[in-house]
C-alpha cells in the first residue's frame, strides 16, 4: 500500500508562485511514474504533468512554460512549481503515483488563484 501525502497549496494572487510537494511512503519500491492532476470547480480531474523515474516528463498544453514537474534524487518525493499562476488554476491538485500496475492518490492540496 502507497500513501502519497501533498502540501504546499493556499491562497495565491495572480501572476504569483507556489511549489507544491507529494512524498510517498509505505513501499520499499518508488513509485514511477508521479505526477500531479486537478480538478476545478465543476470540472473533470486532468492531467497537469507526470515524470518518470528517468526523468520524462509531460506537461499539459495549458500549463506548459509556467509549471515545472521534478522528482527529489534519493526519496520518493515529487515537486510542482507553480509560476504565473491565474485564476483558472484554482483547483484541488492531486499526487498520483503508479506502481505494479496500480494508480494511488493523495487527498488533495487547494490552490486559489485570486486577487
Known amino acids: 500500500q502507497v500513501q502519497l501525502v501533498e502540501s504546499g497549496g493556499g491562497l495565491v494572487q495572480p501572476g504569483g508562485s507556489l511549489r507544491l510537494s507529494c512524498a510517498a511512503s509505505?513501499?520499499?519500491?518508488?513509485?514511477?511514474?508521479m505526477g500531479w492532476y486537478r480538478q476545478g470547480p465543476g470540472s473533470e480531474r486532468e492531467l497537469v504533468a507526470t515524470i518518470t523515474s528517468g526523468g520524462s516528463t509531460n506537461v499539459a498544453e495549458s500549463v506548459k512554460g509556467r509549471f515545472t514537474i521534478s522528482r527529489g534524487n534519493f526519496e520518493s518525493t515529487v515537486y510542482l512549481q507553480m509560476n504565473s499562476l491565474k485564476p483558472e488554476d484554482t483547483a484541488v491538485y492531486y499526487c498520483q503515483g503508479g506502481l505494479y500496475g496500480m494508480n494511488y492518490w493523495g487527498k488533495g492540496t487547494l490552490v486559489t488563484v485570486s486577487s
Open positions: 509505505g513501499s520499499i519500491r518508488r513509485p514511477n511514474p
